[in-house]
């Protein structure tokens, strides 16, 4: 049976959620785990490892925490650990162009909406705050644009009345774990299909601000 070596690019809870399930694949072989670097937070400014990191030396996975990917930063790393596939999930970073095109099976992405609606930083929140009664994951090829490459599977849920940021993403987080494995199968056996973005359909999830939340 093919063991698929996967290098998993993720920071906060919800990635480290889909890190679970992904290290939970019995086909998938996790070579290093791609985070970002620990933060002060708090009074004491004590440093925090992001939940990715926190999960990954839980599970004896090696972590790497590059300050910055560009001009072949990390190159060397990739070269050596030699992914047959990226996942990435709420990473944090754009990726250049050396590690996008490095694996045999791509760099595939896990996005919490059911695109081309809500491309960007917050598509939970902003999918709540426009009153939408559906959402879900989507799983993409990665390209250069932002949430743009083609998608290769996407599972739908319903957003309840009383829905918040919190139920809702963890929801989602659960769902994209699931949908990625379900992704990372039908990539290794050759049976997905992918399907271009409508980019007329589309809407940017902006982050959100302070005055958002006011």
Known sequence: MFMMKILFMGTPDFARECLRAVHANKNAEIVGVVTQPDKPKGRGMKMIPPPVKVYAEENALPVY?????KDGAFEEELRRLDPDMIIVAAYGKILPKYILDYPKYGSINIHGSVLPEYRGAAPIQRAIIDGKKE???TIIQMDEGIDTGDMLHIIKTPI??????ETLHDKLAEIGGRAVVEAMEMIENGTVVREKQDDSLSCYAAKITKDDCK
């Open 65 to 69: 925490q590059p300050t910055t990917l």
């Open 135 to 137: 959402t879900g994951i």
């Open 160 to 165: 309840e009345e009383d829905e918040t940021f």
